[in-house]
């Protein structure tokens, strides 16, 4: 299957080679120079916390930066990728740190294909053109350097080498820094698969590294305390797409979303178990659980479930993958929604060169009925449906698997 999907993107490729594989490099750009002449949102936050501490301030009270309202809530060891760009003007470091993500997430769909097979053809125009992808590129966010750590992490845990256990714990703390919730469903995998020294080590060590920065735990009770003055507001918070924020918000009911959480959370992990000595599969499920089994998930952090779809799209067929690849890039940014129109128009058009017209149409009459209700300034109803949008993609990535598994298990009984 992925053989017969490279063959026809390398036909389409060589019929126009601009459409297919220039013209993504060229939107990257386009994102980059549009994104960092706006006001630094995000990454302004990180900035600002890497200049407090290299001058001997408290990384965590911010102070003069364009984002006020949101705390830095990252754990103290990521201040050494902070400060490290914090010696850059804030323009000049958001541009530079928004390149390098974008480099790193072309890299991780070359390892992609190295590693799993998966055409660059297919990864490179479906990550760029994917809502979550540019959220990361235009709010300076860090999560293409958490996906590539969690994929090479991945990666050198099912080799099974131990003497790669200092790299392994090196990556583990990328994550752990970056973006901590992302590690859970790795710590998970981790647990079934018994891999207990790397399970107990990576946040020994982690907690080792926080606690060394942390004169008195000074910065620790400061993290902790940024922590919980957001997560008072977690549950209810619009851009929340998390499972448990999304049942509680459209139902009321914290109870019921709690069970929610628990049964969709145990079907993925027992999935994961059932499959976790096949590696496509368990990276998978490994990614779906790093966003399921947190509280708090924004926009930008489905860009983990987008490479584990990646890494088993071959399965899916050609049809399906472009038609789900649309779903998460369709007319999501409802205060762009002129723009997100022109992609999907060049994408379904020009780009794929089949008949997914009418997929593209539909999502983008969603993404219009969701800034319809922003117009209106229902912004409650808008966000809640905006949100829900990335759970309903996830969780039909989840069915679509399971349904084409259990026909290759019936195809395989039916040859015996």
Same mark, same amino acid.
């Given at each position: ?6 063959? +026809? ?6 019929? +126009? ?18 994104? *960092? ?11 600002? &916390? ?16 364009? !984002? $006020?309202? /949101?705390?830095?809530? %990252? ?11 914090? #010696? ?81 714990? @090196? ?5 752990? *820094? ?8 790795? =710590? ?26 942390? $004169? ?9 305390? %940024? ?11 619009? %851009? ?7 049942? +509680?918000?459209?139902?009321? *009911?914290?109870?019921? &979303? ?6 969709? !959370? ?32 924004? /926009? ?46 060049? #994408?379904?058009?020009? @780009?794929?060169?089949?008949? =997914? ?20 300034? %229902? ?8 949100? &829900? ?28």
């Amino acid at each position: 299957m992925a053989a017969r999907i490279e063959g +026809n993107l390398k036909k389409i490729l060589l019929q +126009n080679k601009f459409q297919i594989y220039i013209f993504p490099f060229v939107l990257i750009a386009l994102y980059l120079g549009y994104y *960092s002449a706006q006001r630094q949102v995000d990454f302004a936050v990180f900035w600002t &916390a890497g200049q407090n501490w290299n001058e001997k301030r408290n990384p965590y009270e911010l102070l003069n930066q364009s !984002n $006020p309202g /949101h705390p830095y809530v %990252n754990a103290p060891s990521a201040l050494f990728l902070f400060s490290v760009l914090a #010696r850059l003007d804030l323009e000049v470091a958001a541009l530079v740190f928004r390149a390098i993500s974008a480099a790193l997430g072309i890299l991780l769909c070359f390892v992609i294909q190295k590693r799993m097979h998966i055409p660059v053809l297919f990864t490179v125009p479906v990550l760029v053109f994917s809502v979550p992808f540019r959220v990361t590129i235009g709010s300076g966010q860090v999560g293409l350097v958490v996906c590539l750590s969690f994929f090479l992490l991945f990666l050198l845990e099912t080799r099974g080498t131990k003497i790669e256990l200092l790299q392994k714990i @090196f990556l583990g703390l990328v994550v752990l *820094s970056l973006k901590p919730y992302m590690f859970l469903g790795f =710590m998970v995998f981790l647990f079934l698969k018994r891999s207990f020294s790397l399970l107990l080590l990576t946040p020994f060590v982690f907690l080792l590294i926080n606690s060394l920065m942390s $004169p008195n735990f000074f910065y620790i009770r400061e993290w902790i305390s %940024n922590l919980r003055s957001l997560g008072s507001v977690t549950l209810s918070e619009a %851009n929340n797409s998390s499972i448990i924020a999304i049942t +509680n918000r459209f139902t009321g *009911s914290v109870v019921f &979303a709690l069970v929610c959480y628990i049964a969709i !959370n145990s079907f993925l992990i027992f999935k994961l178990w059932m499959n976790i000595h096949q590696t496509k599969i368990a990276i998978f499920y490994t990614t779906i659980l790093a966003i399921e089994l947190s509280p708090y998930v924004h /926009h930008q952090d489905y860009l983990l479930p987008l490479f584990g779809f990646f890494i088993i799209s071959s399965e899916f067929g050609s049809k399906v993958s472009k038609t789900l690849s649309i779903w998460l890039g369709v007319g999501l940014q409802f205060n762009s929604l002129q723009i997100q129109a022109l992609i999907e128009a060049y #994408r379904t058009v020009f @780009f794929w060169r089949e008949k =997914m017209f009418g997929y593209s149409m539909f999502f983008l009459a969603l993404g219009g009925l969701i800034a319809h209700q922003w117009s209106l300034g %229902n912004l409650e109803t808008a966000f809640a449906l905006y949100d &829900a949008t990335y759970q309903f993609w996830v969780l039909s990535l989840i069915a679509i698997q399971i349904i084409i598994s259990r026909r290759a298990r019936d195809k395989d009984l039916t040859r015996q």
